[in-house]
């Protein structure tokens, strides 16, 4: 059963809402639920998985790809408020390429199955267009993701990666290894390592065990 507060979720974020009838609207209501997600589950993963859209009410989700080696590159992540559309990549006839989800953090969601969706957006076009609307704006995101591992060198991405995440969390400590920037980064995690090493000579970061201090943010600014 879903709360006022999911309904006004639905309401808001779902730009097609007005333009459902009655039956529609129960059709949608019946096929959403509300669903947990632990730091680290795999929510998505290629083609074995469809579990539909996703609202994210609270928490992070990152979307990644992994080459044949296992290397992975993040694409982008979803915070609160934001719709994941590939996890319902069975719906959608032009999404032809694999990616996997992960919860990056605890996360609390709105769940659209699959076969609701798929239901409405064959009944209703602005479903459909409202899928396509979001799988478009996802592919910039992943063009612009592409496009710094391509075109930027690593010590820009570094720093406008640190100085990001050190706004998002709103502290200058940013609890993380180099595993996982190299993961979000598409990189080595020795490549992430020399990178901070160089960084804190420099005297841009102070490394700890699990942890990063960020003391000359407009170092890494300039950088």
């Not at 992994?66 to 915070?79: A, I, K, P, Q």
């Not at 591992?149 to 991405?157: A, E, G, Q, V, Y």
């Not at 993380?176 to 990189?187: N, W």
Request: glycine share 6%; hydrophobic share 40%; with cysteine.
């Amino acid at each position: 059963m879903l709360r006022e507060e999911d309904l006004s979720l639905l309401r808001s974020r779902l730009s097609f809402w007005e333009h459902l009838n009655e039956g529609e609207r129960e059709l949608l209501l019946n096929g959403t639920s509300p669903a947990h997600f632990s730091a680290g589950q795999s929510l998505h993963c290629g083609e074995r998985d469809c579990i539909g859209i996703l609202l994210v009410k609270s928490g992070s989700i990152r979307i990644y790809i992994t080459s044949e080696e296992g290397r992975e590159v993040t694409l982008y992540r979803l915070e609160a408020g934001d719709i994941c559309v590939l996890s319902a990549s069975c719906v959608m006839s032009s999404i032809d390429f694999d990616v996997s989800i992960d919860a990056e953090t605890d996360c609390e969601v709105l769940q659209i199955s699959a076969a609701c969706f798929s239901r409405l957006s064959a009944g209703n076009v602005y479903v459909e267009l409202f899928s396509y609307k979001l799988a478009a704006e996802r592919f910039s995101d992943v063009m612009w993701a592409m496009q710094q591992i391509l075109f930027t060198s690593f010590d820009r991405r570094l720093a406008a990666f640190l100085l990001e995440e050190s706004a998002k969390s709103q502290s200058a400590v940013l609890h993380m290894t180099h595993e996982q920037i190299a993961k979000y980064l598409g990189s080595a995690r020795e490549v992430v390592s020399r990178m901070l090493s160089y960084f804190a000579k420099e005297g841009y970061v102070t490394l700890a065990r699990g942890s990063i201090t960020i003391v000359d943010a407009e170092g890494l600014r300039r950088l």
